[in-house]
């Protein structure tokens, strides 16, 4: 029997999970909706990862999560390791693309840019305050048009002249767009607008000031865009890499970090079928009104967050 | 009106040497207001206009939270950059709430003219004796210099301790000490006492630890709430936190013209309030090749936004990696976590790569 590790990574559209085996090569790999409910999606991606691998031959010892609902998942798979998207993303871009210097991440909510230099992580940004041009702006967008977010960056290549969109913010952009619609743009011209404009809103913000040097990797759910990689070529003026895998990066990296951990518990596919609850309760000890975050496993508290002072502390009884 | 109680919105820990500068030489009462909270920052949103900055409104919403406690003059500082006109809105917003309240707002006075300063603080008692004043002035201003050097040592220590919470059960007793100081050499000793009970503190601290420099604009940087405590996050994390910006060195001191020595390759004139303070730190922090620089801000602080630039040219010139945070009235810390783990990652790993 070999040992194996599992890497998850809780986006809010989507969660990733992959399985790797020693020598980092992904035995397993699932992709799917997180649908608001990140503890059902990841029971699904467990069920569905444990019905891809021979469990007589590799066992999993190690657990990693990452993204936005990492602490929560984290708790509940008993994980090793629960670490950011940031550092998750450039071990696993890391561990395909040793060469890389620059990588491009736009998500569901959020986007981020990582630079790298002889292997490691030296500057990154990630988007601030506001979620424009992300994945969900672009869902927004496409529904507006009548059309499915997948089939934009197919619609996108075929206009011969994208409009102009506004792209400083998603609120200028959408009026923009009903604007330019109205007056009689055609659609996948306003479509390939959309997708410029959703570089250009990139670069200006989370790559403001940042030195982009190739090989630039591409990454996210909006990668899958031929559009938006389009749009990136045309702007940046070299070739951008979107790897066939790349929505499965930040789950492959935390799946590395959990094994160079060294922490290792065997991991049980079974908590497929165990009942996680989790409270938030408001603390009234003081004015801050902490919402805590508690997570109970049949009933019994297992771990609890989200207090800014030790008021609100909630000690959970560690059995001996 | 009988009896003065006069307060001003809480900076970090100063409201101890501001109450006894209250009290004792102008003898009015001082309302300390309650600890800056998500209430403070409700009420103070509530009633700002939206765009303004957001120390506008924790700084309201902390003197609602003291006219509640019967504060009934409230005090205003003055500044080179919007902070200039907040006496003034203040007192607007607090007048058309219904709040029948003196304002004292100390936009007008100059440094360089003392007595614009003493006709402020007759506004706040006309009967004030200057005598008094001038005797319990400098126990006031020493006193800003106790804590911020305690509070400096704190800073770049309280990541090593071997018991958690040492430091900072050590540090509300140090300030509970001090409100009872009222002669200079009670402050003394109680300094020399702390000092010692601090340095006495077990540390595991490695050779050469982790150092963070924070810059950035005055009140997020030095009011812990508005900036998540990202001094004592990063401490958690085994990191020296070095924070040059505090009252003593920026206004007791004032370096302003060795500043401008400092960065003249990088700023020819001054963009106003702690910019060229942010631009000399950082650059300081660069060449003592410390392992980053965290700026903080808040949201659409000119003249901070015009500083960053020139940290950017910084950062590529010494190689230094710096990590922009931008705080308004945002109260969950997610996303300043995720930035703050990444960041301690990303200078961890290059450590190591350097170190190959």
């Given at each position: 029997m070999s040992k194996a590790y599992l890497g998850i990574d809780i986006g809010s559209i989507s969660t990733k999970g992959v399985i790797i085996d020693g020598k980092n090569e992904i035995i397993a790999k699932e992709y799917l909706w997180t649908e608001g409910n990140p503890v059902y999606a990841v029971k699904r991606l467990i069920k569905l990862l444990e019905s891809q691998i021979d469990t007589d031959k590799h066992k999993v010892v190690s657990v990693g999560t990452t993204g936005s609902a990492r602490k929560l998942i984290g708790v509940i798979t008993d994980a090793s390791v629960v670490k950011n998207e940031i550092t998750a993303h450039a071990i696993g871009t890391l561990s395909i693309y040793p060469n890389v210097r620059t990588i491009f991440e736009i998500g569901g909510q959020d986007s981020k840019i990582i630079l790298i230099e002889n292997g490691v992580v030296v500057d990154y940004a990630m988007n601030s305050l506001c979620a424009a041009g992300t994945g969900a702006f672009l869902s927004s967008q496409a529904h507006r048009l009548g059309v499915e977010v997948e089939d934009f960056g197919k619609i996108a290549l075929t206009s011969k002249k994208p409009t102009q969109i506004a792209a400083r913010c998603t609120v200028f952009a959408e009026s923009d767009l009903v604007h330019k619609a109205q007056i009689g743009h055609k659609k996948e011209d306003i479509i390939a607008g959309l997708c410029q404009a959703v570089v250009s809103n990139y670069l200006n913000n989370v790559g403001k000031g940042k030195k982009i040097i190739s090989p630039v990797i591409f990454q996210g759910g909006?990668?899958?865009?031929q559009g938006v990689k389009k749009a990136f070529e045309d702007t940046i003026g070299h070739e951008v890499i979107v790897d066939p895998d790349g929505h499965l990066t930040g789950a492959l990296g935390v799946a590395i970090i959990a094994k160079k951990s060294g922490i290792e518990r065997d991991f049980d596919f079974n908590i497929a079928d165990i009942d996680f609850i989790t409270k938030g309760v408001e603390c009234s000890k003081c004015s801050n009104n902490c919402e805590i975050i508690c997570v109970y496993k049949e009933d019994e508290l297992i771990d609890a967050w989200g207090n800014k002072c030790d008021k609100g502390a909630i000690r959970i009884h560690v059995k001996a | 009106m009988s009896r003065y109680k006069v307060s001003f919105p809480h900076l970090g820990n100063y409201y101890i040497p501001l109450e006894i500068l209250f009290t004792e030489g102008l003898e009015v009462d001082y309302i300390i207001p309650p600890s800056v909270t998500k209430r403070t920052l409700e009420l103070g949103t509530r009633y700002s206009p939206d765009a303004v900055c957001a120390p506008f409104k924790y700084t309201l919403g902390n003197f609602i939270e003291t006219l509640e406690l019967g504060a009934n003059t409230l005090v205003q500082a003055g500044g080179v950059c919007r902070l200039g006109y907040y006496g003034e809105l203040d007192e607007q917003i607090l007048r058309d709430l219904g709040y029948d309240v003196k304002f004292v707002n100390f936009a007008k006075t100059r440094i360089s003219k003392p007595s614009t300063f003493y006709d402020k603080f007759k506004e706040i008692n006309p009967n004030l004796s200057l005598n008094r004043i001038a005797k319990i002035l400098p126990l006031v201003l020493k006193m800003v210099e106790y804590i911020d050097e305690i509070e400096d040592y704190v800073r770049k220590n309280i990541g090593f301790e071997v018991e958690k919470g040492s430091f900072d059960s050590l540090h509300e007793e140090f300030l509970e000490s001090l409100e009872k100081v009222r002669t200079k050499p009670e402050l003394n000793n109680t300094y020399q006492k702390y000092l010692n009970l601090f340095k006495g503190i077990k540390l595991k601290k490695p050779k050469r630890p982790l150092m963070v420099g924070i810059v950035g604009e005055y009140y997020t940087i030095m009011e812990p709430f508005s900036n998540h405590y990202i001094e004592k996050e990063l401490a958690q994390k085994g990191i020296v936190v070095d924070r040059w910006m505090n009252v003593s060195n920026s206004l007791l001191h004032r370096p302003v013209k060795k500043v401008r020595e400092h960065i003249k390759n990088y700023a020819k004139y001054d963009m106003g309030a702690t910019s060229m303070y942010t631009i000399d730190k950082t650059l300081e922090f660069a060449k003592k090749k410390y392992d980053g620089v965290i700026h903080v801000k808040s949201s659409g602080c000119t003249p901070e936004i015009d500083a960053m630039p020139v940290l950017q040219n910084i950062s590529s010139d010494h190689k230094i990696p710096i990590l922009y945070f931008s705080f308004d009235t945002q109260t969950s810390d997610t996303g300043i976590q995720t930035r703050l783990e990444a960041f301690y990652d990303m200078i961890i790993m290059r450590k190591e790569k350097d170190n190959e």
């Open positions: 909006v990668s899958k865009n | -």
